[in-house]
C-alpha cells in the first residue's frame, strides 16, 4: 500500500512538474518556433501518436495478467507471458517502422494544400524519427508494464518526473544554439528510449525478471489477445477523439488553427492526468480483488472513495480553468490563442464527468468487461468523425470541438453509466446522489467568484485571485462537500505528519 500511496503523490508531483514545465516551455517554444511551425510540431506528433495504436492493447493486458499471476505465484508462467510479449512487441517494432515509412511517403500528398512545401521535408523526417522512437519503445515497454504489475510505482513515477524535466531544458538548449523542428524530434526520442532501457535494467536487477520463450497456452492466449482486442479498439476510439479532429484541422485548415487546437488539448490532456494519476494505480489491485468471491461490495466503496477523490482535484483545476483560464491562455501564450479557453470549456464540460469516474474503466478492465465500451467508444468516435468534417467546412475549431464533446457524452458517459450499474453492479445512483451533493457547493462559488471578479471587476492579479479562489474551495469543499470518514483520514493523516515531525525532533 506504501507504493500505491508514495505512487500517487509522485503522480501528482508529475502532473504538477508537466503543468510547470508547460506554464514556462510552452510559451517559450511558441516565440522561439513560431505559430505556424508549433502547428506543425503539433500536428506531427498527433500523426505520429498513431503508431502506438500498434500496440493493440497488449501493453495494457501485460499489467492484469501478470499481476493476476502474482497472486497465483507460477514464475515458469509468468517468465513464459515476458517471453511471448517481447516476441509480439518485438514484430510490432517491425511494423511500425513499415507503416512509418508508408506514411513518410503519404505526407506530401495528404498536405499538399495546407503545409508549405517547404516544411514537407522537414514533416518527413519528423516522421521517420518519431517512428523509429515507436519501434524500439514497444519490445521496452514490456518491462515498464511488468513494473506496474509489481506495483514499482516510485521508479516509474520517479522516471516519469527525469523525462518531463529532461526534455524541455534540452530542447530549449538546442533552439538556441540553433535546432529546430527535427532536433526537436530527436531529442524526445533519445530521452524516451534512454528511460526505458534504464527500466528494462532496473526490472532484471531489482526485480530478477526472468524471460523464457516457451509457448503458453492456446486458450490462455486467446483470452489474452481477446482482452487487449477490446483494449486496441477502445485506444483507437481514444485517438479519434484527442488526435484527429488536430488532423482534420491540419488538413482543411492550416498550421496555425491546429496550433490553437494543439494548446487546448495541452490542457485537457493535463485534466486526464489528474484523474489517471490515482486510478491507473489499482489495476494490480484490482485485477486481484476481482478473482475473490463476492467481490462487488470492496469493488463499489473503492470505486465510490477513488472517485470523490479525483472529483475533488477535477473540479478545482476545471473551476478554476472556467474563471481564470481565459486570461492566463492570453497572457501565456498571447491573444492569437484565446480561440484555445473556448475549445477548452466546450470539450471538459462532458469530459469531467467521465474522467471523475474512470476508476470503473480499471474495473472493467480488471474483470474483462470492455466489449460494450469498445463498441459504444468506437461507434461515437467514427459518428464523431464522419459529422465533423462538415462541420470544420462551417464552424472551424469550435465546430469540431462541440461535435466531440456531444459524442463524449453519449458514449463515456450516459451509455457508460447504464452499463456500470446493470452488468457491473456498480451503485450508480448512490454514486450520483454523492456527486451532485458536493457539486452544488461548487457551483455556488464559481458562480459567486465569477460575479466579484467580471461584474463588479473586482481588480486584483491574477495569480491573486487564483491563490484566493484556492482558499475558498477549500474551505467550501471542507465545510459542505467531505463526508466523515474524508473528514477523519485528513485529520489522520494530520496526525501522522505530527507525529513525523517530533520523531525528527527528537
Partial sequence: MNQ??????????????????????????????????????????AIASYLSLLDLGVGNAIVRYIARNRSIGDSKKESDLIGQFLIFFSIIGFLTMVLGMIIYMMVPDIFKNSIDTSDINTAQIMVLVLSLNFALSFPLNVYSAVLQAYEKFIFLRLSSIVRILLVPILTLFTLQVGGHLITMTVITSLVN?????????????????RVTFSP????FKKEIFSYAFLIFLTSIADKIYW??????????????IVAIYAVAIQFIM???SLSTAISSLFLPKISQIVTEKNHTTQ??????????????????AFSGFILFGREFIILWAGKSFETAYAIVVILMIPFFFDLI???GIVILQARGLYMFR???????????????????NYYGSIGTAIVTAFFVALGNVLLLNFYYHIKIGLNMKLYWLSITKSLIPIIVLIFITYIIRFKFEFATSLIVAISTYLVFYTLIVYIFCLNLHERNSLRNIKIRLKESKWRKRY
Fill in 243 to 256: 488526435q484527429t479532429d488536430q488532423v482534420l484541422l491540419g488538413i482543411m485548415e492550416n498550421s496555425n
Fill in 270 to 272: 493535463i485534466f486526464m
Fill in 193 to 209: 528510449i534512454s528511460i526505458l532501457v534504464i527500466g528494462y535494467i532496473y526490472a532484471k536487477r531489482y526485480i530478477g525478471i
Fill in 216 to 219: 503458453i497456452e492456446k486458450n
Fill in 374 to 392: 469498445t463498441i459504444s467508444l468506437l461507434a461515437c468516435s467514427l459518428l464523431n468523425i464522419i459529422v465533423s468534417i462538415p462541420v470544420i
Fill in 299 to 316: 469493488v463499489n466503496d473503492l470505486f465510490l472513495k477513488i472517485s470523490r477523490v479525483q472529483f475533488f482535484i477535477i473540479a478545482l
Fill in 357 to 359: 469516474q474512470n476508476t
Fill in 4 to 45: 500505491i500511496r508514495m505512487g500517487a503523490i509522485l503522480s501528482y508531483i508529475s502532473i504538477f512538474l508537466t503543468f510547470a514545465v508547460g506554464l514556462i516551455y510552452t510559451p517559450i517554444l511558441i516565440r522561439l518556433l513560431g505559430q505556424t511551425d508549433y502547428g506543425l510540431y503539433s500536428l506531427i506528433l
